[in-house]
């Protein structure tokens, strides 16, 4: 356990003096609070916890390409270990990232979709039949619902 960290002992006035806390807990659960220091406190958890997760992401990003080379077989692009280690990083971590790809790819969107329809998402999207199989139209339903439904919330 850790005391947590501020320009000055008197933002602390409401926070029990000298008395250990565990960092994540208490100091995310007074984020509502108007301390001074929050917002510095928020981007260095954001950069311990967020960051590694995107590079992670980017790194099995990369070496999925690799593994699965030219293939246009998408089962083979999914079986790709680095694709199953992608999923591996959970709903919450690796459909906003998935989502955020999709985003960034525009009118070249990669085979995420495989992904996307393996996790238990609540209300996922409906892709009209119209739409199956065109993945540039079924990225844009995917991002669509993932701003409705606050799943991008830690895009930038």
Same mark, same amino acid.
């Given at each position: 356990?850790?005391? /947590? ?30 301390? /001074? ?52 990083l959970g709903k919450e971590v690796a459909v /906003? ?11 070249? /969107? ?47």
């Open positions: 356990m850790i005391a /947590p960290v501020c320009p000055s002992n008197a933002d602390f006035q409401t926070y029990p003096e000298n008395q250990p806390v565990d960092f994540l807990k208490d100091v995310i659960s007074i984020s509502d609070q108007p301390f /001074p220091f929050w917002n510095a406190q928020r981007q260095a958890l954001h950069f311990i916890f967020e960051l590694p997760k995107q590079k992670e992401f980017n790194v099995l990003v990369e070496k999925w390409h690799e593994e699965r080379g030219a293939t246009s077989s998408l089962s083979e692009m999914a079986i790709c270990p680095s694709y199953q280690k992608i999923i591996g /906003p990232l998935i989502l955020k790809r999709l985003e960034e790819e525009g009118d070249n /969107p990669d085979f995420w979709f495989w992904a996307l329809s393996v996790f238990d998402i609540d209300n996922p999207p409906v892709i009209p039949q119209d739409a199956q199989g065109k993945f540039k139209k079924m990225a844009q339903i995917w991002i669509n619902w993932g701003r409705q439904n606050n799943a991008n919330e830690n895009w930038s």
